[in-house]
């Protein structure tokens, strides 16, 4: 993420930081000084950084723009939900949404402009893949919204597929974890994928995040045809993935299910996720389909989806069923920024 030609110092790393001073020839202890200023004290210039010399900060505004972007757009829900537009590469836009709820309050992040895994169900990906978001643009999405510091969980299920942008998402979720950054405990960041293998094993191996599958269907010809990724990345190859991994006691791997009419919320389908699922401590989350333009899946009806969650808990698997939020907004990923670009063509 450029600004003026001048590269960004929000969304380093510590590491980076002590390259960046050590070029700079600053003191080496200045990059944890000015990793709290950016992470934890979330300054607006770098001005602020006051324990720095005049002299060390007159060199970094030579060389680098702080990076901090602000929504250009918001809109706020009669539930309390708030969804944030951000600009993005090329013209184009990406969406947070921010999820007040009695105990915690969530952000939903995105981590790509667009997405390549056409899913069928999904807006996004109706928009194609534009761009990966860097670790700067990711983290932007926490650091410049108002309720930046009440956020108490954040979720990697926005826009795009986080496994596709492993590089940046592990980078993002590194300074959100460190001592040196945002702090948070990785028990309050889950992480969503459809099932990038290659991306799935990166974020096994090299994060503590909790980990959540949008499944959607456990039959591989049925999912295939709402979800292409089945075909280069089955269902059956993540679940061996997950089985093998040892994810210890504080750690927690979930599914995610949109309920659909017809197409995933009858009875064998409850047999097939309870045979696929065994030996997995996981739950479900059924999610109520909401309609989307030009898509033909219809959600499944209350009454279904209350028998449905009945079936699996006969089965011993933990399943709840995700309240919906920000309807009167369009609160469902892609919807806000697909209407956008449409009013910038229009322009």
């Not at 999820?99 to 952000?107: A, G, Q, S, V």
Request: hydrophobic share 40%; charged share 25%.
């Amino acid at each position: 993420m450029l600004e003026n030609d001048k590269p960004i110092l929000f969304g380093q790393s510590l590491e980076e930081l002590q390259l960046t001073v050590n070029e700079l020839g600053m003191p080496k202890f200045t990059a944890a000084q000015i990793a709290i200023w950016l992470y934890k004290k979330r300054i607006e210039s770098i001005d602020e950084m006051s324990n720095l010399s005049k002299e060390g900060r007159e060199k970094l505004k030579d060389h680098f723009n702080l990076g901090i972007t602000k929504p250009i757009k918001v809109q706020v829900s009669a539930d309390g939900t708030k969804k944030y537009l951000f600009p993005a590469a090329s013209n184009k836009f990406i969406e947070t949404a921010f999820i007040p709820e009695e105990t915690r309050n969530t952000l939903c992040v995105s981590s790509q402009v667009g997405c390549k895994m056409a899913c069928k169900f999904c807006m996004t990906g109706k928009q194609g893949f534009q761009n990966n978001l860097s670790a700067t643009e990711i983290l932007n999405q926490l650091r410049s919204i108002p309720e930046s510091e009440q956020v108490s969980n954040i979720v990697f299920m926005g826009m795009g597929e986080p496994f596709d942008n492993i590089d940046n998402v592990l980078k993002t979720l590194k300074i959100l974890t460190a001592d040196y950054g945002f702090a948070m405990s990785p028990k309050r960041i889950n992480v969503s994928s459809i099932g990038h293998l290659q991306g799935l094993k990166r974020f096994l191996n090299e994060s503590d995040c909790n980990l959540a599958i949008s499944l959607h269907n456990p039959f591989h010809e049925e999912r295939l045809r709402a979800m292409p990724i089945e075909k280069t990345n089955p269902i059956s190859e993540v679940l061996k993935e997950i089985k093998a991994f040892d994810f210890g006691r504080n750690r927690r791997v979930s599914f995610e299910y949109i309920m659909f009419k017809g197409f995933n919320d009858s009875s064998r389908h409850v047999k097939e996720l309870a045979r696929i699922l065994n030996g997995i401590n996981c739950r479900i989350n059924l999610i109520r389909f909401h309609p989307v333009p030009e898509v033909e899946l219809v959600g499944s009806d209350d009454e279904t989806i209350f028998e449905f969650q009945n079936q699996l808990k006969a089965k011993g698997i933990v399943t709840t069923l995700r309240a919906s939020r920000g309807l009167d907004i369009a609160a469902a990923c892609g919807l806000l920024s697909t209407k956008e670009l449409l009013v910038k063509k229009e322009v």
